[in-house]
């Protein structure tokens, strides 16, 4: 009872304050907080929906994807090489570096404003913590694991399977965890600057078009967006990594 | 030695790709010619006056997400209903995308630095705030406690015994804090178009300044690349005395 109160009792009362206080508001960009969820309700109908989300989280679950596969394996392949690696990790630095958004234009010359661009430019701007969390993952192996791997034969393909990925594991869902939030951020911006759908383009439209209950329609439902993803990561999180956690769990307790 | 010739291969490697045409040298233009792009930016005043933009965006944002996630941060965690009571909110809160923001800084601030800075500042007070909370939740109960039946006051507990322990997650946040920043300052140039180096990738693209455009982005990268150094530096001489640092051997 008392953990509900905490865990709901700020957020009923922000939103309870918002609602008050914009009640009579005559201020053009901060409309009621009563009209915009009514335009919520309006502007978010299920063809809206179909028609503008839908593809948004594609495009975002493919690039996400995507940038997992490659970051893992370019990431294990140079964690396991410590010359390769001691050659490509200032690039990768440099490549990291760079802000994401300003791949967009570069990628645009590349493949044009229509899907592909939007994809892969969710996958060149996730793959990097993804690539640089799942090296440090995999030079972190413990080298006895190792030995013991292959004193008994286990090798190639097997021993990355069982011995390096697992023991990397940690590392490499705190990289997906940061590539998720930027993938969010580079489907939005993607869409600002080119598209004809999207969550990122409808929302700058009613920016343009003054439509300013729905704009902030748009930006709560971006933002329930980031938490409901974040919420389904640390879920699968949980459970994917559950062995590790119960671990620290248990040192910690010693 | 080895990190040289990295970057020295990718050099080449882009000097070689558009020239065998392999790529065609529109979209990716070899090294060569990006190099005297930078060269012919590097001497004019706008582009100084770009990056100074950035950076002034840069430095403001993240001084006031740093002060407003230390002190929201210290005072949550030094109370523990606050604690309790806010969790969740931030929880919600910290995950939605500062790039939601954007159409609405359009709307208050236009194209200024104002909008610039509503951005970086959302965004990196996060990372501040999260890792103080972190700090602040990893004080040792028995230093906390011994510090009480010496009648520590409230305050004298969070200057002597809260702070250095929380210290080092702080410089953690502020790190984080800084490459975020350089990222959202860029992307708010670029997208909305207040002015600073974002603003002129913009143009260049639009203007169809190939080489330019490749020289700029090189620019924001090493600009990056130079934060995280000297944030690392800095987060290392302060610590000094630090476990987690001094641990360290020097390589």
Redesign the interface.
Known sequence: MRKVA??????VV?FAAWYLISAGSESF?APPLRDILASFGRTWTLDRLQADVLPSLLRLTAGFLLAAVIGVALGVAIGLGP?LR??????L??????????????I???AGIGNGMKIIVIVFGCVWPVLLNTVEGVRAVDSVQLDTARAYGINGFDRIRRVVLPSASPQIAAGLRQAL?IA??LM??SE??AASNGL?FT??Q??RSFA?PE?WS??IL??LL??G??LLFRLAEGRALRWYHGLRAASKGR | MRGLLGLAGLLVIVEALPRSGLVDDGYLPPTSRIVAALGDEVVTAEFWQAVADTLTAWVIGLAVAVAAGVVVGVAIGAVPVLRAATSSTIEFLRPIPSVALIPLAVLLYGTDLGSTLLLVVYAAFWQVLVQVLYGVADVDPIADETARSFRFGAWARIRHVLWPTALPYVFTGVRLAASVALVLAVTAELVIGAPGLGKMIAVAQTSGAVPDMYALIAVTGLLGVAINLAARAFERRTLAWHQSVRGEVPA
Do not use: D
């Open positions: 905490y865990v709901l009792g700020l957020p922000l960009y010359r001691a050659t490509v990790e200032p690039v630095e440099f490549f990291r570096a760079i802000p994401p958004p300003v791949l967009v234009p570069v645009m010359l590349f939030s969010i951020i939005v911006i600002m600057f990122g929302i700058v009613f920016q300013i704009m748009g930006i971006l933002g980031g938490f993803l974040s």
